[in-house]
């Protein structure tokens, strides 16, 4: 179970009602998520449609970083196909659920 809820980022929690829908489906509290720690001088960025890529682009520039720093990124990379990516989200994502 999550104890506070969940967090829907995406252009299409935009639509009306969806944050109703999540809240019935997930039977959890739902807040709608946009990009935090980002400057730009485009509003759009602000965007929940824009969190997904801009939170991907954080986490590549966090990796280098570490990187070029010398530490090891292990077990990072240890998925071999995009379907066992997909298992193991799956089936990390079913603890969650009541």
């Keep these: 179970m999550l104890p506070v ?3 829907c ?13 999540g ?7 739902c807040a709608l998520g946009a990009p935090v720690h980002v400057t730009s001088v485009l509003d759009e960025l602000y965007d929940p449609a824009f969190a997904t890529a801009i939170g991907l682009a954080q ?3 966090g990796i280098k970083t570490l ?14 196909s995009a379907d066992k990516v997909a298992t193991k989200m799956r089936d990390w ?4 659920l009541p």
């Design 23 to 29: 809240k019935r489906v997930l039977r959890l509290p």
């Design 93 to 96: 994502m079913k603890t969650f």
């Design 67 to 80: 990187s070029q720093k010398g530490f090891s990124l292990g077990n990072l990379f240890r998925f071999k």
């Design 9 to 21: 980022s995406g252009g299409g929690m935009k639509l009306e009602g969806a944050l109703e829908v």
């Design 5 to 7: 809820g969940a967090l």
């Design 59 to 61: 986490w590549g520039h």
